[in-house]
């Protein structure tokens, strides 16, 4: 059973994360239109994870008697200046993704809701992989500075990249 309270920033982190999806569907968008096939490849997969995030609590919600309530979304940024631009955008991303999913921890423990503490303690654990990740590729393309090659060689890799669905449980 969850608090209202609970409830309703469960509701608020799903639609968050829907948002999240949308944000890096726009950023699939923008490196298509710049042709740069892995860097859209990598912003699809992100896509695909977020949508899979927001899925996972919309499960956990229904499954703990509460309902689940989908809310306006704002447009998400369409036009970056760089690659490195756009990853950086990423990164502050989920920086507050972090802060948002480490705030839900701190109220489920407040509430001293054990089920919801487990539950979210994965996507604790998968905000540092997806920080890391971002932070790995924003180090690359700082090394390159510019340099077309070095630019298509993390492209290349970047398509390599494959959406991997949460696990069953």
């Known amino acids: 059973m969850l608090s209202q309270k609970l409830l309703d920033a469960i ?9 999240s ?5 726009a950023m699939q968008a923008h490196f298509e239109a710049e042709d740069l096939p892995g860097m859209a490849n990598w912003m699809d997969v992100q896509f695909q994870e977020e949508m899979s995030h927001a899925e996972k609590m ?8 509460g309902r689940v309530k989908m809310l306006a979304m704002d ?4 036009e970056y200046s760089s690659p490195l631009d756009a990853f950086e955008t990423a990164l502050s991303h989920e920086q507050i993704v972090t802060g948002r999913i480490n705030n839900l921890m701190d109220l489920a ?8 503490q487990i539950f979210l303690q994965w996507f604790v654990t998968e905000q540092i992989e ?15 500075e510019g ?5 298509i060689m993390i ?8 959406f991997v669905p949460i696990a069953a449980e």
Not at 58 to 65: S, T
Not at 147 to 151: N, P, S, T
Not at 155 to 161: F, G, I, T
């Open 11 to 19: 509701n608020d982190q799903i639609n968050f994360e829907i948002h």
């Open 21 to 25: 999806a949308l944000i890096y569907k």
């Open 58 to 65: 919309f499960h956990f919600v229904c499954e703990a008697g």
């Open 75 to 78: 447009e998400p940024k369409n």
């Open 109 to 116: 423990q407040q509430e001293r809701n054990h089920a919801a």
């Open 130 to 144: 997806e920080e890391a990740s971002v932070g790995y590729i924003i180090a690359q393309l700082k090394r390159v």
């Open 147 to 151: 340099d077309g090659r070095g630019l």
């Open 155 to 162: 492209d290349q890799e970047l398509s390599k990249r494959t």
